[in-house]
């Protein structure tokens, strides 16, 4: 995380004028510092984030904090209450266990009938994509990436319910990987590992190999995700 003097750099950045790049620099900040507390535990389930009290923490103006909830709340790490306004939600053993459980009735179906229709320029852009994840190791981006790269592999398939299914269980699962990452960062490695099999896997249009794979694919990330639930909510304990 950056030091105070980091912080006061960006908020003079916001505020000495109006360049996109500049409110960028204090946006920036102000996203990495919240979705890490969040993620870490020092902001709690629960609690509410008032933009005037962050802004002064951050020494920042309003403006880049106000961006910075709107983009947690799109990654679910944050809802907005009528009465309290921003507030941190929760991320829990019991949510992640059913997103997964209809994850791994339906992903397995997916990969099936992708296998079917997938064209090789979907196959190209997967393979693209898991290049950049191969190249980043900024949690963030690789967790844009990682849905990208199962989004290309599916793409022949983007007209049907399943699809729209599978994308709101993927999108709610986004703030979970996201924890797992910042606990365990191994996992970018093995997680990129294992998508390589599945690239092969579709190439050579391995119906069996593929179901397989993914629901594995799917237990190994479910078990990652609770370990670091679990020392997140130990360490947010610790510190009282």
Not at 11 to 20: D, K, P, R
Not at 84 to 98: F, P
Not at 198 to 217: G, N, S
Request: charged share 25%; aromatic share 4%.
């Amino acid at each position: 995380m950056k030091s105070t003097s980091s912080a006061a750099t960006a908020a003079s950045a916001a505020s000495a004028g109006t360049t996109g790049r500049r409110r960028l620099t204090a946006y920036q900040y102000a996203i990495e510092t919240l979705r890490t507390e969040i993620l870490q535990g020092r902001l709690k389930a629960g609690d509410r984030l008032r933009q005037d009290d962050l802004a002064r923490r951050l020494e920042m103006s309003t403006t880049p904090v106000r961006e910075a909830l709107r983009t947690l709340v799109s990654e679910g790490l944050v809802f907005f209450d009528v009465h309290r306004g921003a507030v941190v939600r929760g991320l829990t053993v019991d949510d992640v266990n059913e997103l997964y459980r209809l994850r791994k009735t339906l992903e397995p179906m997916m990969a099936e009938q992708a296998m079917a229709t997938i064209r090789e320029d979907d196959i190209a852009r997967a393979q693209a994509l898991h290049a950049e994840m191969l190249a980043t190791s900024d949690v963030v981006k690789w967790t844009e990436l990682n849905q990208a790269f199962h989004a290309a592999l599916w793409a022949s398939q983007d007209d049907s319910r399943l699809a729209h299914l599978i994308k709101t269980l993927r999108d709610a699962s986004g703030p979970y990987i996201a924890l797992s990452l910042y606990m365990r960062p191994v996992h970018v490695e093995v997680s990129n590992q294992e998508h390589q099999k599945m690239l092969d896997e579709y190439r050579a249009r391995d119906v069996a190999a593929a179901r397989r794979h993914t629901e594995d694919h799917l237990d190994a990330t479910l078990r990652i995700i609770v370990k670091a639930i679990e020392q997140s909510e130990a360490a947010a304990a610790a510190q009282g």
